[in-house]
C-alpha cells in the first residue's frame, strides 16, 4: 500500500513545495510537474519521476485515473495525499488530482540531432517562463526541428513554462546554451541564420526558409544581444500597422514559425 499523506507539515510535502521556487530547483535537481496532460508527457518522454502525489478523491476523470497508474508503476515513489494537502503542493488552481517531481533533464547542443535542412528557433533572454512556454507549444505545432533557450531569465522547468507549454517542453530536441555557444553551433553546421527585430529592412515573409533555417528570438524588455549583430544574421521584421512597434514575442515567435512551416509545405 502506498504511503497516505494526511498532514500539510509532511517533510516529503514541505521539500516538494519548496520547488515552486527556482533556488530549490536548482539546488534539488527538480521540478515540479502538475496537470493531466503535462505528467503524461512527461511519461511519454521517459523523464524520470522521482514522486508521485495522488489524490483519490479528486482524481475522478478518467484521463486522471489513467496517469495515476501510470505513475504508479513508474514513479520511484507513489503517494496519496488528502485534498488539503494536495491543495498546498498545487501550483495555482488545479484538481485533477494528480502531481509528480521530477528529475531535471539537462540537454546541451550535443545532444540535438537534426535532418537535412533543419527548421531550429533561438529563444534569447526570455525572462517570462509564459513566453518560453506558448513559443515552444508554437515550435511542435509548427513541426520545428529544434529549440534552443539561450541565456534564459527563468529556467526551463518553471512550473509556468511547463504548463504554457503544455508538456512541449519535454522534447528532446529542446537545449539550453548560451548566446555564444548558440551562435558557434549555427555556424558550425552552416544554418542560415534569421533574427526577429523591429528596425530590420527585410519582411519575415520576404525571405527563404526552406532550406533550412534558424529563427532568433529575443526578449521583449531588451532585444536581442550584440552576438546576433553580426556577420551572417540576417535581421527580419513583421509589418507593423498601429502604434505598437512589436508583438509579443510569443505571438512573434508563432507568426515565424508557421511561415517557415508553410513555405516548407509548399515545396
Known amino acids: ?11 516529503r510535502v514541505k521539500e516538494a513545495v519548496k520547488l515552486k521556487q527556482r533556488r530549490q530547483r536548482e539546488r534539488q535537481g527538480r521540478f515540479f510537474i502538475d496537470g493531466v496532460r503535462e505528467i503524461d ?7 524520470g519521476i522521482v514522486e508521485a502525489f495522488v489524490c483519490e478523491s479528486l482524481c475522478s476523470a478518467e484521463e ?19 485534498p488539503d494537502v494536495f491543495e498546498k503542493l498545487c501550483f495555482g488552481e488545479r484538481t485533477d488530482g494528480v502531481l509528480a517531481v521530477a528529475a531535471t533533464p539537462h540537454h546541451t ?9 533543419p527548421l531550429v528557433a533561438v529563444l534569447e533572454g ?11 507549444r508554437s515550435a511542435d505545432g509548427a513541426g520545428l526541428d529544434a529549440v534552443i533557450v539561450a541565456n534564459p531569465g ?9 504548463r504554457a507549454s503544455l508538456g512541449t517542453v519535454f522534447g528532446g530536441n529542446i537545449a539550453a546554451a548560451t548566446s555564444e555557444e548558440t551562435i558557434e553551433w549555427l555556424r558550425g553546421i552552416e544554418l ?33 544581444s550584440d552576438v546576433w549583430y553580426g ?27 508557421y511561415e517557415a512551416r508553410r513555405q516548407w509545405d509548399a515545396e
Open 64 to 82: 486522471a485515473q489513467a496517469v495515476a497508474k501510470r505513475l504508479e508503476k513508474q514513479a520511484k515513489e507513489f503517494l496519496t495525499v488528502t
Open 154 to 162: 527563468t529556467d526551463l522547468f518553471n512550473p509556468n513554462t511547463v
Open 126 to 136: 526570455l525572462e517570462k517562463p509564459g513566453n518560453i512556454g506558448a513559443a515552444l
Open 231 to 257: 556577420a551572417g544574421v540576417t535581421a527580419i521584421g513583421l509589418p507593423m500597422h498601429g502604434i505598437a512597434d512589436s508583438l509579443n514575442v510569443s505571438a512573434t515567435a508563432a507568426v515565424l514559425f
Open 192 to 224: 542560415p541564420t534569421y533574427a526577429a527585430r523591429p528596425e530590420a529592412n527585410h519582411r519575415y515573409d520576404g525571405v527563404i526558409y526552406n532550406q533550412g533555417a534558424a529563427l532568433v528570438l529575443g526578449s521583449e524588455a531588451h532585444g536581442l
Open 1 to 11: 500500500m502506498p504511503e497516505h499523506i494526511t498532514s500539510r507539515q509532511n517533510p
Open 109 to 117: 547542443l550535443d545532444d540535438i540531432e537534426l535532418p537535412e535542412r
Open 41 to 47: 508527457r512527461a511519461l511519454n518522454a521517459g523523464l
